[in-house]
């Protein structure tokens, strides 16, 4: 007997499809389990507010819950319900990385619970473990669960929003009950969360037709009521609080709309090869941020196998999965809602069930699919539990740009007459964070250079002996670029002695002493770098004691 034979009858003779199935409750609520303690594990790290994170919580300190359905700082934009309730989280705990964060971690732990059910619901066992791996084990999900964003909120408006409607699909006839739990449901997540619209305007119109079709005219014309609610509801909110905070903000300028434009926005047409491959390269682009590109083409394919197979399992649901992913394309094309990266994050529990569906089919299937199954959730797997771990690795795990460390080092070395220079990629963190370590009074300059030894021409770098420098690394569009020894020989050359106070891969802390007698100069190709607008407003409108540098002429 060959060693091939034999291989296959031991496979058939194991029927891994029939374990799989007998210990699917036990393997989920360890991979449930898993995911959860990940979750809680980054949360209690308590790392700083990364850039993004700190654009946002400025406004807590700033802002009255009540002011903060007005105009914002940093032109942030987020649902009125989440931001009031995380208002009344800071409130009552004063805490930026526990008290901002319990909610988003709340509403992750929340929706990996729902997403078992709903998985088991919809697929059978292999498949129900494929896509709940894929979701509880995302470095995406985990990640944004532990943010001061709502993207984790999004999470748990699809999942509880799925879970609610996939049992009027499967029975089609639901009960005055369950249209109320959705109509409910529906409204608060829409104050909750932005593309909560987009999920209910998939379920609401499939399952409106499905009630047509069946001749239910009672229950459409209450679900058709039901519609118009969540649909006036996001549109009084949009008229009152989110379109004039954009017109406020910057959110409205030329180059924030050719950067979602270049990113986020598809094309409203495909006229010409060139927006067929934008098109594609935008779709494609989703899958790379949640599979890597190890597993980037392979997801996506077996995302469209699964949706095959998933549409012969429950037409209905799978139409409204459809449906939910053109409205935001709609919404996306009409230059509303970018879809890149972390704002398809409530599109990745409908891509995991399509995923779970392909999956699930080779699983339970004969010894050749069983392994072909098998190979391919580990090549998906791949890249994420690669990223996953490199994430763990991070100190603390899953920071970025961890800035406190820094700012206390810095309160303990600072002294009368020193300089301070926070580059404007760390100025939102500072500002969050200086009066926790005493730094509220301190005189400071911000700026904006393109290069390390561009400090060398700097007004405020030069006015001191000693200057303290503080720049985020690769972390935004404003950030500094890696500090390395080319740099620092460059400055060195300029006349200053350097001193690497705090260095962690994201971030920098320099000590920058000018020599006696030493005439400083920035190498060539230095420019003026301006500070960007919301910056400025914010220093403008609160006298926050910095001195841009260089001056505005």
């Not at 996506?300 to 649901?317: E, H």
């Not at 002695?497 to 260095?503: G, H, L, P």
């Not at 030493?518 to 220093?539: F, I, K, M, N």
């Amino acid at each position: 007997m060959s060693f091939t034979t034999t291989a296959r009858s031991l496979l058939e003779s194991s029927k891994p499809g029939s374990w799989i199935a007998r210990n699917a409750p036990s393997l989920s609520w360890t991979i449930l389990v898993l995911g959860a303690l990940l979750q809680v594990a980054n949360y209690l790290c308590g790392h700083s507010l990364w850039l993004d994170e700190a654009y946002l919580s400025f406004n807590f300190l700033t802002h009255s819950p009540a002011r903060l359905l007005g105009p914002t700082d940093f032109s942030q934009i987020a649902p009125v319900g989440w931001t009031q309730i995380e208002a009344l989280a800071f409130g009552w705990t004063h805490s930026f990385e526990y008290g901002l964060r319990a909610l988003p971690v709340a509403a992750g732990l929340a929706s990996l619970w729902l997403y078992r059910r709903l998985a088991f619901q919809v697929l059978g066992a292999g498949g129900a473990l494929a896509a709940l791996a894929t979701l509880c084990l995302s470095p995406q999900v985990i990640a944004y669960a532990v943010m001061v964003k709502p993207y984790s909120v999004d999470v748990l408006a699809a999942v509880c929003i799925l879970s609610l409607a996939y049992p009027m699909f499967r029975d089609g006839s639901p009960t005055p009950k369950d249209l109320a739990r959705l109509a409910i449901a529906g409204l608060l997540f829409v104050l909750v969360s932005f593309p909560a619209v987009y999920v209910l305007a998939g379920i609401g119109s499939v399952l409106l037709l499905q009630l047509v079709r069946g001749r239910r005219w009672r229950d459409a014309a209450i679900l058709a009521l039901v519609c118009a609610a969540w649909l006036a509801t996001f549109a009084a909110l949009y008229i009152l609080v989110y379109k004039p905070q954009v017109q406020a903000g910057t959110l409205d300028d030329a180059g924030t709309q050719q950067f979602f434009k270049d990113t986020g926005f598809v094309p409203y047409w495909i006229q010409k090869a060139d927006d067929a491959v934008r098109f594609a390269t935008d779709i494609s682009g989703w899958f790379e941020f949640y599979f890597t590109k190890v597993g980037q083409i392979p997801a996506l394919i077996t995302c469209l196998a699964g949706t095959v197979v998933l549409f012969r399992k429950a037409p209905a649901f799978t139409a409204a999965l459809a449906v939910t992913v053109l409205a935001a394309l709609a919404g996306s094309a009409a230059q509303a809602y970018p879809l890149y990266d972390r704002f398809t994050l409530f599109l990745f529990p409908g891509i995991a069930l399509a995923i779970g569906a392909a999956l699930g089919e080779l699983l339970r299937g004969a010894a050749w699919r069983w392994l072909l199954g098998a190979g391919l959730a580990a090549l998906l797997m791949f890249g994420p539990l690669k990223d996953l771990q490199w994430w763990m690795r991070r100190d603390p795990p899953f920071a970025m740009a961890h800035v406190t460390p820094a700012l206390q080092t810095l309160a303990q070395r600072l002294h009368p007459g020193d300089g301070l220079y926070i580059q404007a990629s760390s100025a939102p963190a500072f500002l969050v964070y200086r009066r926790r370590f005493g730094l509220q009074s301190a005189p400071w300059s911000v700026g904006y250079q393109p290069s390390w030894a561009c400090l060398a021409g700097d007004p405020a770098v030069l006015k001191q002996a000693r200057t303290f420098v503080l720049a985020t690394i690769d972390v935004g569009s404003r950030a500094m670029p890696s500090f390395g020894d080319a740099d620092r020989r460059q400055l060195e050359r300029s006349g200053f002695d350097v001193s690497v106070i705090a260095s962690r891969p994201d971030l920098r802390l320099l000590e920058l002493r000018k020599r006696p007698g030493a005439r400083p100069a920035p190498p060539s190709g230095c420019e003026s770098q301006w500070l960007y607008r919301d910056l400025e407003t914010v220093l403008r409108t609160y006298g926050l004691g910095a001195t841009p540098s260089p001056p505005r002429s």
